[in-house]
């Protein structure tokens, strides 16, 4: 297999995919065949010495066939933790319970041997720092050829071949030229360029971007998102997007779910999230993004305190001390991550109203000091 | 009008750099006459890509390393002639907070001794007088000195980092403050909390302030005025209102354009061919500051690009076409400079996303 279609349309592996799930070419199309499926995802860190830290607790969300879902949450809201569990990147003092199916198959429990056929082929991921996920002393080119070889039988010649097909398709100037090159000799934007190129390489059904565009300028940071729904449009693959940037979801993502201390506090259609938050705390995130309709020299909506230690028991809702909504039952009881509406799950006790038209005269409480 | 805080006048700087591995040498043209003053209580913020000299622009103005030519003045001194002692003083009301919180802490000292060595070398003997400031100091940023002083860099959070860096500076009572992506790395609820510090302190303490940053969606709520810069040099200037709402340099619509906007979400996920930044998808990358191009140096990547561009270098005007500064809605407003051949006329107010959101009611404005 040397991949030739990959540049014109879809690859060999990716054609088996858009075959399955039909219609996945356009955004508002049916859903495609569910790709990874999260169920009751739970990591917990046993740190030695010290208490343990539940990083994700009972997280659940699938990513349908030519969908993009984005994790949105602070730092050390588990986002991180959930998607190397997914890849099975976890150090072994991890302890990883629920549920990963990939296209049915299930990944919690599987040898490191087996593991490592999924990975790559099936899951590939690219992370926020390029330059530190290539090697250094190699050409780029190989390190693409290599990560052909690992997966497919192909020579030398075809992986060669294919790394520059993948160039290509990244839109990397000079792709030729690019595969004798060293990481240091190109450019941010370029380096994850090569990065998607090795990700891509054996047509993967799932993309993992875990701050792919972080460490990048806002023009890079365009023009790589674009690249990357053009890809998913063309060769149907699935992304999860991870980010702490909701501005970012809200562009590029189908569905957003939010973290917050290792649960999921809301999810819903991107749409819908942004028309009808609920939850307080996927308010204050949307409230704090910097935006450009600001004006100058207004405060932002702010929210105190951090983070709960996930150390420690939390008996209630974990963004109840910060709050401004919060009520007694809060601190004590744990509000259930329900289905209120079809699509929009949400964990609240005391949710924001519902609707555009009842939003306006009673949001006040979630926006402390803004006005 | 009253001389302003600080005047840079065409500052250049420039970096020799050997060549190695596959690497060309040369000279970095790093900053090349740059120009812009910036009023007391004001503050400025400076946009542009990696490598597009904004860093090295704002170490100019510290003098660290002093620049290749042109000069500083700041608060009506001179600063070129300056060396040693007199520099050290006239710097000390120019202080500066870096993008990374840990790594411009000393990670051995306690965050009292942190804040306390500024007014150690401004000369404050007394112990308990040291104290009681670095106390007043602590409490300025939104922490306590009895918890929080002999806290490590390592024990702290990111924010409170930041507040930190932001005391230490504060400790040599500075007129500015240049902030070089000081909120960059920060979450998005830390990143408001200390925008909104750092503007408490300077309607508090009459601070000016220089941003430094890639964002223009980032300092938009800081800003009184926007300078874009594109490698080494000015594209744009003006009145943070004229820039965003009114911009007349391509570069500067490409970097409004990349934004990521949440009032986008909207109209739910667009293709990929309703994306920005399509056309300089394989173009994009910025041109190396060791060869720029002749005439204007965002040529390459520049939609608008003639043959003009190539051979003469725009220089940074009233742009043309328009009546006196401050007429009419085709015009600029006054202040508003532009370096190019071709500015664009007719923008459509990019800042006017704000009515689809208005309209949900959810709008954090």
Known sequence: ?371 | MTEPLLQARELVQEFAVRGQGGMRGGVVQAVSGVSLDIAGGETLSVVGETGSGKSTLARSIMQAPPPKSGEVVFQGTSMRALRGAALRDARRSMQMIFQDPYTSLDPLWSVTRIVAEPLLAAGMRDRGKRRQRVGELLEQVGLDISVHGPRRARELSGGQCQRVAIARALAASPALIIADEAVSSLDVLVQAQVLNLLEGLRTSLGLSYLFIAHDLALVKQVSDRVAVMYLGRLCEIGPADEVYGNPRHPYTVELLDAVPRVEQAELGKRPAGELPAGALSTAGDPASPVSPPSGCRFRTRCPRAQSRCAAETPALTVPAGTGPAGTGPAGTGPGHLVACHFPLTDVPDVTGHEITIKESGRSAS
């Open chain 1, 1 to 371: 297999m040397t991949g030739a279609g990959a540049a014109a349309g879809p690859g060999p592996a990716a054609a088996s995919v858009a075959a399955a799930g039909a219609g996945i070419a356009s955004p508002p199309g049916p859903t495609g065949p569910t790709v990874l499926e999260v169920r009751d995802l739970s990591v917990r860190f046993r740190p030695r010495g010290r208490d343990e830290v539940r990083a994700v607790s009972g997280l659940s969300y699938s990513v349908p066939a030519g969908r993009t879902v984005a994790i949105i949450g602070e730092s050390g809201s588990g986002k991180t933790a959930s998607s190397r569990a997914i890849m099975g990147l976890l150090p072994r003092s991890a302890q990883v319970s629920g549920s990963v199916t990939l296209s049915g198959t299930e990944l919690i429990g599987l040898s490191p041997r087996s593991l490592r056929r999924y990975r790559g082929q099936d899951v590939a991921m690219i992370f926020q720092d390029p330059a530190r996920s290539l090697n250094p002393t190699m050409k780029v080119g190989p390190q693409i050829a290599e990560a052909v070889r690992a997966h497919q039988k192909v020579s030398r010649a075809a992986a060669r071949e294919r790394a520059i097909e993948l160039f290509q398709l990244v839109r990397l100037s000079a792709p030729a030229q690019r595969y004798n090159e060293y990481p240091h000799q190109l450019s941010g934007g370029m380096r994850q360029r090569v990065m998607i190129a090795m990700a891509l390489s054996c047509s993967p059904k799932l993309l993992i971007a875990d701050e792919a565009t972080t460490a990048l300028d806002v023009t890079t940071q365009a023009r790589i998102m674009r690249l990357l729904t053009e890809l998913q449009e063309q060769l149907g693959m699935a992304i999860l997007m991870i980010s702490h940037d909701l501005g970012l979801a809200a562009c590029y993502a189908d569905e957003v779910v939010v973290m917050y201390a290792g649960r999921t506090v809301e999810r819903a259609p991107v749409r819908e999230l942004f028309r009808n938050v609920r939850m307080p705390y996927t308010s204050a995130l949307l409230g704090a993004v910097p935006r450009l309709d600001r004006a100058a020299h207004t405060p932002l909506p702010v929210v105190q305190g951090r983070p709960p230690d996930l150390s420690a028991d939390l008996a209630g809702c974990p963004f109840a001390p910060r709050c401004p909504r919060a009520g007694e039952k809060c601190a004590d009881r744990q509000p259930p991550f329900a289905e209120h509406k079809p699509g929009h799950w949400y964990a609240c006790w005391y949710p924001l109203p519902d609707g555009p038209d009842a939003a306006d005269g009673s949001d006040g409480p979630d926006r402390e000091g803004q006005r």
